[in-house]
């Protein structure tokens, strides 16, 4: 070999900056967007606070995917038709999450579900939560059902849809 | 000269202040779908490579390289982002078929400026957090130390400046792609507030949303392809000092870096003779000028009798920014490298419409990722 | 158009650690140093420079690559940032394959960089915005979550064990106690550290994952006329690959990733190897967690579907086995400055295949290794293929 390939850095703790050993500074970023919904996602949106969920349907591929857009990815035909789909579904895959977004630990778990859509084609669903539940109960393939938000407090959004809970 | 790799479809969708009626993802799929209809391609069955430019910041989510395969046909194919101007996209589709991994390929890139509520302290955060970002200065302030220094050494006066305006937003008038068209008097553009003295609000492209992607071949594609190639003769991109503390303001040594391997490859010993057309930057009305004297396409001493002649006019002798440039198609944020390449594609393959110069043979892109950046590119395109 | 032959010629790289005092550009500048005079050269005859960096929400800022091209050695000189989130790391070497295969360039430098504590409190926050800003981010995921729905599915599709996914993070962080730039190393580990560490995101537990951290990785890559001029011991990359499945991931099945057997293949493809179980001496998969380790070797075509397990339960994956499995210690042992940990991986077999892997070395004077690294909403796969 002809040199040391690795170089030592300087590690820091918590306590160095607690202690004023290193000056740092403080930034925060203002950033803001409005982003466009679109065709397919705003209809999504749309469905939602209607109390419905939508999907959309392929002509080629003879499929229907949940949420719904207007160009299929595998055959690059436009996918014109919004189909409405239950409200119901299965547990495709599950987690209980003992932390939350931010890094805030919690001793009732979340429950995160990737939750196939019935009348979609299978396999096919969006992520959601699971609730009114105990975290044991909860298994893969378990038939669950929307929870909705009163109709008077839908805003046009996937929290319009509170959680899903066993059927 | 090299006729390796060649350009075979663009498509286009915008360009406009505002697209609510479009997802970005639905804004790229339009475009997609023209460019590979222009093209006279599939991409599911006929294109090996994609690649997008993108900046998480700009686009509000982080790793934003997740959503760009669906709309664009790439599932389950390579595909890759560049953080870069549209031209460093474009590059690198160009330096991949040259390798041998791919032989057609199409890039991408897009804006959707108008989703940004908070442009300018996104880019803020582009300064050096120690150094820099602490002053809290609108970040324009940066064009306004470079134009001041530029016209000082190139003894070009802010009405020099305002006859770029000019010249570009009329130009803009004739592109039905451009939103900014506008018939100004200079005493219009002059009469306006200063942003970051001697840098006025009019100088500034305004943002607008769009989305580009163009296909490029290998030679033995585009030769078998039914639309007329038009060829990469030469491309070249270069950084400079990130820094603000070492910079030369008065120069842009990274667009004449970039512009000399660019000529290099292309064989091209005296630009401003071969070259018949160019797209250049024109985020502000002084960085035109700018980059002509750094492209080597004029003297800094011959620059403003040339104003002043009109060479640079849809009718002059080199005719610059046809298209309306940015100043008239707006800001594109990353997409302003591909707008402009549009540009000469169109006016190469003699579709310009009203624009269109007569026979045409080699134009040259030119672009810059904007402030608070070195960072630019140079392409050199061929008719058939 | 040929593809020209690339070789390795240099490598190095800065201690991974869990809060570095030295800024991005100083991290990525001590990584450049290293790697350059490993190689005996200087910036003077680099002809281009290649950057990964994952979210520049880590770092805190803005077009982060042009913040780094200097520090990277992009001093008026052709430089570009390539950018697959996780898989980062193992492309931009690919970029710097591509850049010197195109003919363009003959000496390019490769440069990864990593500075993920610069994110307050902590930097898992910033993944609140890889997900979908209409549809998912409302719900406030964690990043653990995809994780942990796609552990689960993997577990359950298989019926594999906890305690033997375990194993995983074992051998991971045993390996990583003779790695000198290691986060993580622990000659004592057992698997009942690991089931008894902190449930994070069931079935997630503490030591499955991967730590935060800083770090660079640079790497020289030379055309082969040049390489055979710097060095006697070049390391060619025969083979790469890449594929990006679709964004769309609740409608995809999570127990196989299909996209690394794609790239997988592409590389293998290329590389000429028809057999990799057998002509793969050295694997470095992608290991933030310990379950994506057999995920992708499944993926790559190392181990049938669901069997994985097997090479690290009968002994295959130790470096002294039949094929050593992450001998560097990987990211559960090195650490996870994203794209700076994918490098790391390829680093890791340059020094495998010229027998200057010190205590790491793997025995019996392996000759073709492989590194992948994963990303995006697991989406994406990137494979690299190095031999001599």
């Known amino acids: 070999m002809n040199s040391n390939p690795y170089v030592p850095v300087v590690s820091l703790t918590e306590d160095d900056f607690s202690n004023g050993k290193v000056l740092f500074r403080h930034d925060k970023l203002d950033a803001r967007y409005a982003w466009d919904t679109g065709i397919a996602i705003g209809a999504f949106l749309g469905g939602l606070k209607g109390g419905v969920i939508l999907g959309s349907y392929c002509a080629t591929c003879r499929k229907i995917v949940t949420p719904p857009r207007i160009v299929c990815e595998w055959c690059f035909r436009p996918m014109r038709r919004l189909v409405q789909l239950a409200d119901t579904g299965r547990v495709n895959t599950f987690s209980l999450c003992y932390v939350t977004w931010d890094v805030k630990r919690i001793s009732e778990p979340e429950i995160p579900a990737v939750i196939e859509i019935d009348g979609a084609s299978p396999g096919h669903g969006f992520l959601h939560k699971i609730g009114e539940i105990s975290p044991t109960e909860v298994h893969i393939g378990m038939r669950v059902q929307a929870v909705w938000k009163p109709a008077a407090e839908r805003c046009g959004s996937i929290t319009d849809i509170l959680y899903f809970r066993k059927l | 000269m090299e006729r390796e790799v060649a350009i075979v479809g663009v498509g286009w969708e915008g360009f406009q202040p505002t697209t609510p009626h479009y997802s970005y993802k639905e804004l790229i799929y339009q475009a997609a779908q023209k460019a590979y209809h222009n093209a ?295 997409a302003n490298g591909l707008a402009k390449l549009v540009e000469a594609v169109l006016q190469l393959r003699g579709q310009a419409g009203k624009r269109q110069l007569s026979f045409p043979h080699i134009g040259l892109v030119q672009s810059w990722r904007g402030i608070p950046t070195s960072s630019a590119a140079v392409v050199i395109l061929a008719s058939s | 158009m040929s593809l020209r032959k690339v070789a390795v010629v240099g490598a190095g790289m800065t201690h991974f650690v869990r809060r570095a005092k030295e800024t991005p550009q100083e991290l990525a500048f001590k990584a450049v140093r290293v790697a350059l005079d490993s190689c005996e050269l200087t910036l003077m005859d680099i002809d281009a420079v290649c950057l990964g960096t994952a979210p520049d929400s880590f770092d805190g800022i803005h077009m982060n690559g042009e913040y780094l091209s200097q520090a990277a050695g992009a001093f008026r000189k052709p430089y570009l940032r390539s950018y697959v989130g996780g898989g980062t790391g193992v492309f931009v070497p690919i970029q710097g394959w591509y850049h010197v295969a195109s003919g363009l360039f003959d000496v390019v430098l490769v440069v990864a960089e990593e500075k993920m504590s610069s994110y307050y409190p902590h930097a898992q926050a910033a993944f609140l915005t890889i997900f979908d800003h209409t549809i998912e981010r409302p719900l406030k995921p964690n990043l653990l979550w995809i994780f942990a729905l796609e552990m689960n599915r993997y577990m359950t599709t298989y019926g594999l064990s906890k305690a033997d996914i375990a194993r995983v993070s074992v051998l991971h962080k045993r390996n990583a106690a003779d790695h000198p730039c290691a986060l993580l190393g622990d000659p004592n580990i057992t698997v009942e550290d690991v089931l008894q560490s902190e449930t994070l995101a069931w079935p997630v537990q503490r030591l499955d994952v991967s730590p935060v951290s800083d770090g660079a990785v640079a790497l020289v890559l030379a055309a082969e006329h040049v390489a055979r001029r710097i060095t006697d011991k070049p390391v060619w990359i025969e083979g790469v690959g890449w594929c990006l499945d679709t964004a769309y991931w609740t409608n995809r099945d999570l127990a196989y990733p299909r996209y690394v057997e794609m790239a997988a293949k592409m590389a293998y493809e290329m590389a000429g190897i028809k057999e990799p179980r057998k002509e793969i001496h050295i694997a470095e998969p992608y290991d933030p967690f310990d379950y994506k380790a057999l995920h992708h070797l499944e993926g790559l075509q190392l181990a049938e579907r669901g069997k994985a397990i097997e090479l690290y339960l009968n002994g295959d994956a130790e470096r002294s086995g039949n094929l050593p499995i992450c001998p560097s210690g990987g990211l559960l042992g090195v650490g996870n400055p994203i794209a700076a940990a994918g490098l790391m991986k390829v680093a890791e077999l340059f020094w495998q295949l010229r027998g200057e892997a010190g205590k790491r070395q793997v025995p019996g004077n392996p000759k073709r290794g492989l590194a992948q690294a994963w990303g995006d909403l697991m989406q994406v796969g990137t494979v690299i293929i190095l031999g001599r």
């Not at chain 2, 391609?41 to 998480?56: G, H, L």
């Not at chain 2, 305006?165 to 018939?183: C, M, T």
């Open chain 2, 40 to 334: 006279n391609v599939d991409p599911r069955k006929d294109i090996q490579s994609f690649v997008t430019v993108a900046e998480d910041f700009i686009e509000g989510t982080s790793i934003f390289d997740e959503y760009t395969p669906d709309q664009l046909g790439a599932v389950l194919k390579p595909m890759h982002t560049i953080t870069g101007d549209g031209l460093h996209g474009l590059i690198t589709a160009y330096l991949m078929i040259r390798s041998g991994i791919c032989k057609i390929a199409a890039v991408e890139a897009h804006s959707k400026a108008s989703n940004i509520k908070t442009l300018s302290q996104i880019t803020h955060y582009a300064l050096d957090p120690m150094l820099n970002r602490p002053f809290e200065f609108h970040p324009d302030f940066i064009a306004g130390l470079e134009m001041a220094r530029f016209l000082h050494e190139a003894h070009i006066t802010p009405e020099d400046c305002a006859l770029v305006v000019q010249k570009n937003r009329r130009n803009a008038l004739e592109n039905p792609s451009a939103p900014y068209g506008f018939d100004y008097r200079l005493e219009e553009i002059q009469d306006c507030q200063p942003v970051a003295y001697p840098l006025l609000e009019s100088h500034i492209a305004q943002p607008a949303d769009g989305a580009i992607v163009v296909v490029l071949a290998s030679r033995e594609i585009a030769e078998s392809l039914t639309v007329e190639p038009i060829w990469i003769l030469g491309v070249g991109w270069c950084n400079d000092m990130y820094n603000l503390e070492y910079r030369d303001w008065g120069h842009l040594p990274y667009v004449t870096k970039a512009a000399q391997m660019a000529y290099h490859q292309a064989q091209i010993q005296t630009p401003s003779k071969k070259i018949d057309f160019a797209e250049v930057d024109d985020l502000y009305a002084y960085r035109e000028l700018m980059s002509l004297v750094a492209l080597g396409l004029i003297s800094k001493h011959e620059l403003p009798d040339a104003l002043k002649m009109g060479k640079f006019h849809s009718t002059g002798q080199l005719p610059i920014n046809l298209s309306g440039g940015s100043l008239g198609m707006g800001n594109l944020l990353e």
